[in-house]
């Protein structure tokens, strides 16, 4: 078990975040007083996968644990400005703008 992850039950789950991806990523998600968190690192993959695939959180997968604590802690974060944060260090690290495009890639049709 790797910080709080089973890894069959992870396995299960494509896109998880590398070990590099995390490190990254790990900097930016300091612990600020309050209890500490379990695994920010599941959190942040489980944040990931709603926003790539466009479910509602209550179908978020049980690998990833409850959603309603994973949904907390992504308030939490937006409220604190940690996404701008992490989205300024991501427009300035210089990487491609194709491997930081995130495109919506749902339909809506309206009724005549």
């Known amino acids: 078990m790797i910080q709080g992850y089973s ?32 695994n920010h690192r599941r959190v942040l993959d489980a944040v990931f996968w709603v926003m790539r695939t466009g479910v509602p959180w209550r179908d978020l997968p049980e690998e990833f644990g409850n959603w309603n604590s994973i949904f907390r802690q992504f308030r939490r974060w937006a409220d604190s400005g940690v996404w701008d944060v992490i989205l300024e260090a991501l427009a300035g690290s210089g990487m491609s703008d194709a491997a930081l495009q995130m495109i919506d890639a749902t339909v809506i049709r309206a009724h005549h």
């Open 7 to 38: 890894l069959r039950r992870a396995a299960l789950i494509r896109g998880l975040m590398t070990d590099d991806e995390w490190e990254y990523f790990e900097a930016f998600l300091v612990h600020r007083g309050g209890r500490p968190p379990r």
